[in-house]
């Protein structure tokens, strides 16, 4: 019995696993660092489980693959066509008045820049003389202007001698100007009222010079601003045309352009504000196909794109002195001439060619084969 008592106590030292409980506590405590280490499995898996989640962590390798979209930059090489997409910058159809003017106002700065010789295109000696040839200038060209009144002037000086002219001679030489009957008829009658009414004085305001058969405000504006000095703007097609163009006022009537145009430049400015427009919309934005590609001012063009874009294309279609060929003056300022200009050859001679590829290139000066030189006889006979 006493060996059955001592098999009995051996299953009570089965308390040995009761002490084994108490390391079980103890690694209940140290579970956790045990788990880290890997050597149990119980306590470990949640250990092993939260060490898993690092790996996706881990996984932000992804910003590997960020790298070829930051590579990406390759489409930012179609942004090399921004120049394209500056050029064309249109204003915003909600411009504020202040932005329209400032815009304006830079694009005639940097008309003056490249027109600093800009004048007006008609050859005249004296305010009779300038408002006879602007009367003729409409429906032709200043070109075939300045060849014809040579021979007008030459034979009726003073407004006193074109009012007692016989309009049979005087049809005769203004037919090169086409409508030569109704601007003889215009220019006899604004002699004659000269001379009735403002004894044979050019008068200069422009109430009294609107009154002259044949002139408008337009030919007013011409003569107070080169004849008189006095600030005008002179709304012809080219000056039309580009400030429409350039979104300065969606106005079509000439008085109307002319009111929203003096509102944005100062008074002073509006006489070479004329010649900048004018001499821009003749060289390089022309009528149907502007030379885009070619203009200074494209950055600050809204219908930039209507015309030739392409540099050398564009280069091919400037006109005058910007192109090689003579201008429309046979009598230019001595400033046009300095800046490359060549002088129009007399009516009825050969105008000369723009120069070929290699030869003289605009702005230079001019051949001494272009024409006879400002004030030689041949030049005043016409």
Not at 106 to 128: Q, S, T
Not at 254 to 274: N, V
Not at 276 to 287: D, E, K, L, Q, T
Request: aromatic residues 6%.
């Amino acid at each position: 019995m006493a060996a059955a008592s001592n098999k009995v106590a051996a299953p009570k030292k089965v308390a040995a696993p009761k002490k084994a409980v108490a390391p079980k506590r103890a690694a209940k405590t140290s579970a956790p660092p045990k788990a880290v280490a890997g050597k149990t499995s119980a306590s470990g898996t949640p250990a092993k489980a939260t060490a898993r989640k690092p790996t996706p962590a881990k996984k932000t390798a992804p910003a590997k693959k960020a790298a070829p979209a930051a590579v990406t930059p390759a489409k930012a090489t179609p942004a090399k066509a921004a120049p394209t997409k500056i050029t064309p910058a249109k204003p915003p159809r909600n411009e504020s008045h202040t932005a329209l003017v400032r815009r304006a106002r830079r694009i005639n700065r940097e008309l003056g820049e490249v027109y600093p010789y800009a004048h007006p295109e008609l050859d005249f000696e004296n305010p009779f003389q300038l408002v006879v040839a602007t009367v003729l200038s409409a429906q032709t060209t200043d070109l075939r202007v300045n060849q014809t009144t040579p021979a007008l002037f030459g034979k009726y000086p003073t407004p006193e001698d074109l009012a007692a002219a016989n309009p049979e001679e005087v049809e005769e030489i203004l037919r090169p100007t086409g409508f030569f009957r109704a601007k003889t008829k215009s220019v006899i009658g604004l002699s004659t009222a000269l001379r009735d009414d403002f004894g044979g004085e050019v008068p200069g305001r422009l109430e009294d010079l609107v009154k002259l058969p044949g002139v408008g405000r337009k030919t007013a504006f011409v003569v107070l601003g080169n004849a008189f000095g006095r600030p005008g703007i002179t709304v012809d097609t080219h000056f039309q045309r580009l400030v429409r163009r350039w979104q300065w006022t969606d106005a079509t009537e000439p008085d109307k352009i002319e009111a929203a145009i003096g509102g944005l430049f100062p008074k002073s400015e509006w006489t070479m504000l004329s010649h900048h427009v004018i001499f821009h919309g003749r060289r390089i934005c022309h009528a149907r196909k502007p030379a885009c590609g070619a203009c200074p001012i494209a950055p600050l063009c809204p219908a930039y794109g209507e015309g030739e874009t392409d540099p050398e294309k564009a280069q091919k279609l400037l006109k005058y002195e910007k192109g090689g060929f003579p201008g429309q003056r046979l009598n230019p300022p001595q400033s046009y001439l300095d800046a490359g200009g060549i002088p129009a050859p007399p009516l009825g001679a050969a105008i000369p060619s723009a120069p070929a590829p290699g030869a003289s290139a605009p702005g230079a000066p001019a051949p001494a084969s272009a024409g006879p030189a400002p004030g030689s006889p041949a030049r005043e006979a016409g």
